[in-house]
Structures are given as structure tokens and as C-alpha cells.
Nanobody, 123 residues
Framework: QVQLVESGGGLVQAGDSLRLSCAASGRTLRPISMGWFRQAPGKEREFVAAISWSGITYYADSVKGRLTISRDNDKTTMYLQMNSLKPEDTAVYYC?????????????????WGQGTQVTVSS
């Protein structure tokens, strides 16, 4: 089993920055590709960004140019750098890990999920 733990969420003002982290651990096969999703109150969980085993990244149109996904060389820690935050970025952000090599943009492509970290952006 793989465990994912997110950190770095908080309350910020519009225009501020935050960096989320996701640490993966466990004794089973190491995650291959990883991604971030978010869920705002009353809305469905939506894709934010993903990174493949080789480091190829993919973003939702709504966050392109403002959010950057990355991971450590050992591929067990992933980050989401969030700049120029907007009130509409307010959501619980979830880290996900997949056994597939390529990046995944749908929830069904992921095998493991974290518990989420709250990001609140005030106007």
C-alpha cells in the first residue's frame, strides 16, 4: 500500500503564493506518475495538474501559467507551486499517485489518494 500525505495549505489573500507538498511512502511498488486534483464546496473534484514518470507535465486550462507541478529526483515527493492565487482557487487539494507511466488527467487513472489539504484564497 502507498500512503500519500499533503501539506502546505492555508489561508492567503488573492495574488499570494503557496506551495503544496505531497510525500509518498509505503512498501509496495513506488508510484510512477502523480497528480493534483481539487474540490471546491458543492462541486465535483477536478483535475489540476499531473506529472509523468519522465517529468512531462500537463495542466488544466484554468491554472496554466500560475501553477507549477514538480517532483524530487527520488520521485517520492511532489510539489504544486501556486502563484497569483484567485478566490476561485479555494478548494481542498488532493494528491494522487498512479502506477501508469504517463501523466493521468482523470480520477480513474490514479490508484492512491491523499486526505487533502485546504487552500482558501480571500479577495
Amino acid at each position: 500500500q502507498v500512503q500519500l500525505v499533503e501539506s502546505g495549505g492555508g489561508l492567503v489573500q488573492a495574488g499570494d503564493s503557496l506551495r503544496l507538498s505531497c510525500a509518498a511512502s509505503g512498501r509496495t511498488l513506488r508510484p510512477i506518475s502523480m497528480g493534483w486534483f481539487r474540490q471546491a464546496p458543492g462541486k465535483e473534484r477536478e483535475f489540476v495538474a499531473a506529472i509523468s514518470w519522465s517529468g512531462i507535465t500537463y495542466y488544466a486550462d484554468s491554472v496554466k501559467g500560475r501553477l507549477t507541478i514538480s517532483r524530487d529526483n527520488d520521485k517520492t515527493t511532489m510539489y504544486l507551486q501556486m502563484n497569483s492565487l484567485k478566490p476561485e482557487d479555494t478548494a481542498v487539494y488532493y494528491c494522487a499517485a498512479s502506477r501508469l507511466l504517463g501523466y493521468q488527467s482523470t480520477m480513474s487513472g490514479y490508484d492512491y489518494w491523499g486526505q487533502g489539504t485546504q487552500v482558501t484564497v480571500s479577495s
